[in-house]
T-cell receptor
Framework: AQSVTQPDIHITVSEGASLELRCNYSYGATPYLFWYVQSPGQGLQLLLK??????LVQGIKGFEAEFKRSQSSFNLRKPSVHWSDAAEYFCAVGLRDMRFGAGTRLTVKP | DSGVTQTPKHLITATGQRVTLRCSPR?????VYWYQQSLDQGLQFLIQ???????AKGNILERFSAQQFPDLHSELNLSSLELGDSALYFC?????????????FGPGTRLTVL
């Protein structure tokens, strides 16, 4: 069965610290992969996506993600977190329909 | 600003009632998707329309229906509302018909059923 797992429901990091949000998927073939961010009261905004090619993908706001086929993972990273990064982050995968993970809420400590 | 607009922003209604949510996609996008976001179910795909035709169906209840009009705006109709239908309803649009592509999300409509 197709599924997307974000193992961490809530993560707290200090401002300036590095960040890694995990995403694992189960899919029959290699799907297209996305990370979206949702700020409170807002819709979802695309951070980055992977369709093919270089497995390290750069996105907006200083985020990057790495696709690891052997681990069925697409983890999101940022070297130095800013207070404005506090939000909910969703991993999404799919080929013909998009499935979203349950989300990871990021809290940034000053 | 994603370019996707949704109205109304908030909607409060009573159980048993019917409401209509409206979505205008980004200019040039032919696909419209509807999602429901609730605390217990997360973000659930409801339905997709492409250029006026239903393309894919997800976890959409029979009490819910949608359509896409010739000008490409879409409406989601929710009837016989129950307390559990309270949620954020998002519309998204993309250029894709079949395979997934980047979806651009609207700001959502928050539905409260009392």
């Amino acid at each position: 069965a197709q599924s997307v797992t974000q193992p961490d429901i809530h993560i707290t990091v200090s401002e300036g610290a590095s960040l890694e949000l995990r995403c694992n998927y189960s899919y029959g073939a290699t799907p297209y992969l996305f990370w979206y961010v949702q700020s409170p009261g807002q819709g979802l905004q695309l951070l980055l996506k992977y369709f093919s090619g270089d497995t390290l993908v750069q996105g907006i706001k200083g985020f990057e993600a790495e696709f690891k086929r052997s681990q069925s993972s697409f983890n999101l990273r940022k070297p130095s977190v800013h207070w404005s990064d506090a939000a909910e982050y969703f991993c999404a995968v799919g080929l013909r329909d998009m499935r979203f993970g349950a989300g990871t809420r990021l809290t940034v400590k000053p | 600003d994603s370019g996707v607009t949704q109205t109304p922003k908030h909607l409060i209604t009573a159980t048993g009632q019917r409401v209509t949510l409206r979505c205008s996609p980004r200019s040039g996008d032919l696909s419209v998707y509807w999602y429901q976001q609730s605390l217990d179910q997360g973000l659930q795909f409801l339905i997709q329309y492409y250029n006026g035709e239903e393309r894919a169906k997800g976890n959409i209840l029979e009490r819910f229906s949608a359509q896409q009009f010739p000008d490409l705006h879409s409406e989601l109709n929710l009837s016989s509302l129950e307390l559990g239908d309270s949620a954020l309803y998002f519309c998204a649009s993309s250029q894709a018909a079949g395979e997934v592509d980047t979806q651009y999300f609207g700001p959502g409509t928050r539905l409260t059923v009392l």
